[in-house]
Structure formats: structure tokens, C-alpha cells
């Protein structure tokens, strides 16, 4: 079994930056990719970035890459994602998700955070 929980949420302004941890408990955490997704209210949860198991493999959404950074300290049992130049469609939950493969399919997903909600307004 792996814990995740997120944290970091919050109220910012458009074009402001917020960076969000996901803490891990459990099982070695640097054996697992790391992924972050993202629900929006009436919306699909949908895929955000992903770090392989070591930090040397990331992929971004189209949305947000170029604004988003996802990175992990395994030392740390930490992962990040660190959003700059926030817009109002970033509003959603923010997800973190732990798999034994590097993916963008959250199928393969096995363990989830319980989320924490980012809002950007005007």
C-alpha cells in the first residue's frame, strides 16, 4: 500500500503560482511513477503530468506544458507539481496518483490522494 496526500491548494489571481506536494507513506515510494490529475466541476477527471520512477522522465499535458513542472524528491517521499501563470481553466481538484508504470492512463493508477482544490479567479 502506498498514502498519498496532497497539499498546497488554494485561491489565486490569473497568472499566479501555486505549488502543490503530494507526501507519501508506505511502500517505497521511489519504486512508483508518479502522476497528477485534475477534475473540474461538471468535468472529467483528466490527466495533468507524470514522473517516472527516478525524475528523468516527465510528460505534460498540452494545457499546461510550458507552465507546469512536476518533480519528486524520493528522499523526501515527495512529488511536486509547480503551476505558474495560472488561468481560470486550471480551477479543478488536483489529484495525485501512484503507479508501477509510467503513464498517462490513469487505469494504471493504483493508489490516489484524496485531492486538493485549486481555484484561480479573474
Known amino acids: 500500500q502506498v498514502q498519498l496526500v496532497e497539499s498546497g491548494g488554494g485561491l489565486v489571481q490569473t497568472g499566479g503560482s501555486l505549488r502543490l506536494s503530494c507526501a507519501a507513506s508506505?511502500?517505497?515510494?521511489?519504486?512508483?511513477?508518479v502522476g497528477w490529475f485534475r477534475q473540474a466541476p461538471g468535468k472529467e477527471r483528466e490527466f495533468v503530468s507524470a514522473?517516472?520512477?527516478?525524475?528523468?522522465?516527465?510528460y505534460y499535458a498540452d494545457s499546461v506544458r510550458g507552465r507546469f513542472t512536476i518533480s519528486r524528491d524520493n528522499a523526501k517521499n515527495t512529488a511536486y507539481l509547480q503551476m505558474n501563470s495560472l488561468k481560470p481553466e486550471d480551477t479543478a481538484v488536483y489529484y495525485c496518483?501512484?503507479?508501477?508504470?509510467?503513464?498517462?492512463?490513469?487505469?494504471?493508477?493504483?493508489?490516489w490522494g484524496q485531492g486538493t482544490q485549486v481555484t484561480v479567479t479573474v
Open positions: 508506505g511502500r517505497t515510494f521511489s519504486r512508483y511513477a
Open positions: 496518483a501512484a503507479s508501477g508504470l509510467f503513464s498517462l492512463q490513469q487505469g494504471t493508477y493504483d493508489y
Open positions: 514522473i517516472n520512477w527516478s525524475g528523468g522522465n516527465t
